[in-house]
């Protein structure tokens, strides 16, 4: 690790890295100010998906562990993932779900 680098910046590249495919494209750039540390995080666009995960949970992960870190060093830590240029593309279609639903416990009714 890169001894000028802070912790915080030096997990988050670590993590990010082993998650993408483009681990040249990685970038993080670290800012304080007033309100803590802003850790700023720029990716190849076609790994957007790996760094946020379904339903963003690798992205909430990435942050907890950030907290902890930060915690470790009294430092408050927050993490912004830029979005690549043109935004986010099309949208994709809501996840249509064909699994079966057990009704039977409300089958026979009354109302």
Known sequence: MNRNMEQDQAFLEVVVKAV???P???KVTRTVDERGVLLTLDINPS?????IGRQGQT???IRTLLKIVGAKN???V????NEPEGGRGPARPAVVRNDEVDTSAVDNLDI
């Open 47 to 51: 790994d957007m998906g790996y760094v």
């Open 20 to 22: 993408v495919n483009n």
């Open 24 to 26: 040249n494209d990685v």
């Open 78 to 81: 927050n993490l912004k993932i």
């Open 74 to 76: 009294n430092a408050r």
């Open 59 to 61: 992205a909430r992960a």
